[in-house]
Each structure stands twice: as structure tokens, then as C-alpha cells.
């Protein structure tokens, strides 16, 4: 959903073929989606620059991990993983809260709780209804994807082995939560940088998707990527 301006009508798609999955419902934890997009990747047409937003960020690091030289690069927004390996991944009460919501309130109310937790009330403001009123419906695909982050360990003295070229985005606007993990990631992953998009909060490829699109071409380039 947030990815539509990208995929319909970014200066991207002259130059480049783009590929969006639907990710499998019955897919329980990171490594199962790591697997699926490694298996779509292994089917593109050439080198391929793996992007990946939020959990999606935490599905292609995974793949960079266990999939050596299933991309040429990589573009990772702000993946909600905690800042060290002895950090907890999140709140332990979070999923019992959600829980609850769902029981007292119904699930688009427990995935608005979500949304508020992990972009903050002024950013959710900011999103266009349909787009709000779509992901709350997938309440149960948040709780699912919530459990499997909570399941999921980081294990940063794995990632230096990845030489993979990776470009680590975050937002000025983001949650303050986000910005120790971009800096974690930069230390242990030998080819990254970290570029902050001032302007923008966590969802920035559809904040600033213009700034977004130029990034991932000038990315591409530099990888020597073509159509």
C-alpha cells in the first residue's frame, strides 16, 4: 500500500523493472519471509537491489545474512530490531496489550495501537485514510508479524561477514527508538552508510518518495545496475 507511488508512478519504472510481493499469511517468522523473497530473487532477470521498510527491512537484512550474493545491494528503512543483542526486541507486555484490544475493542482498534506505537500520533495523523483504513484491517497479519519480530535476534557479530552494499535510511520525523539501531547496524555491517531524510518520519518512501526514487537510482548506478 505504501509502496504504491513507487511501484505506479516513480521515475523508477523507466528505468527498472520492479517487483512487490504479497507476503504468505502462514509465513510465522523472519527467516520463513526471508526464504520466500530469497526464492524471488533467485528468479529476477539479473542482479537485483533488495529495499525493504520495516519488517520488510528486517526480511532483507535476514536474506543478506543466510543468502550471500542473492543481491547486488540493499536499501534497509529503519528495521525495528533492538540496538544489541542483549536489548529485549520489544515491550514484553506488547503483544498481551494487543491481545486484549482485540478481545475488548476488535482488531483494527489493536492494530491502530500498533500504528501509534511504532510511528507516534502526529506521523499516523499524516497518513492518508484509505491507507490507514487498509492496514488496520490487516490486524492480524500485524499481530503475526509482531510475534515473529519479537522471536527474531539481531546477532550483530554474525552481520560483518555481510559485504553486500547497503544504504540504512531513516527519518528525521521517526521515532526516536529508530535511530540507535541504524547506528548499530552501520557499526557492524562493513558496507553501509546511513542517509536520514530530515524532512520525513518512518513510512519515508512514500513521505518523500521523489528524494526516495533519485536515491535508489543514484544507488543503482554506483552498483552498475541498468534495465
Not at 148 to 156: D, F, G, M, N
Not at 202 to 209: F, I, K, T, V, Y
Request: hydrophobic share 45%; charged share 20%.
Amino acid at each position: 500500500m505504501t509502496w504504491s507511488i513507487q511501484l505506479v508512478s516513480s521515475t523508477l519504472r523507466a528505468r527498472f523493472e520492479l517487483l512487490a510481493y504479497d507476503r504468505r499469511a502462514d509465513a510465522q517468522t523472519v527467516e520463513a519471509h526471508a526464504d520466500d523473497a530469497a526464492a524471488l530473487l533467485a528468479d529476477a532477470p539479473g542482479p537485483a537491489l533488495i529495499v525493504g521498510s520495516s519488517f520488510g527491512g528486517v526480511i532483507a537484512l535476514d536474506v543478506l545474512r543466510r543468502y550471500p550474493g542473492a543481491c547486488a545491494g540493499a536499501v534497509l528503512v529503519e528495521p525495528p530490531l533492538a540496538p544489541n543483542d542483549d536489548a529485549p526486541p520489544g515491550p514484553a507486555e506488547f503483544l498481551p496489550a494487543y491481545d486484549r484490544i482485540v478481545e475488548t475493542q476488535g482488531g483494527p482498534a489493536a492494530a491502530e495501537m500498533f500504528l501509534r506505537t511504532v510511528l507516534g500520533d502526529s506521523e499516523l495523523e499524516l497518513m492518508p485514510r484509505r491507507t490507514r483504513e487498509r492496514t488496520v484491517a490487516m490486524w492480524r497479519q500485524i499481530r503475526s508479524d509482531s510475534a515473529a519480530l519479537i522471536a527474531y535476534r539481531p546477532r550483530y557479530a554474525e552481520l560483518s561477514t555481510i559485504r553486500t552494499p547497503i544504504r540504512l535510511l531513516g527519518g528525521g520525523r521517526s521515532a526516536a527508538h529508530f535511530r540507535p539501531t541504524l547506528e548499530a547496524l552501520r557499526a557492524a555491517l562493513p558496507s553501509s552508510t546511513i542517509e536520514i531524510f530530515e524532512s520525513a518520519g518512518h513510512m519515508l518512501h512514500a513521505e518523500a518518495p521523489r528524494r526516495f526514487a533519485e536515491l535508489l537510482s543514484g544507488f543503482a548506478d554506483e552498483l552498475g545496475l541498468t534495465v
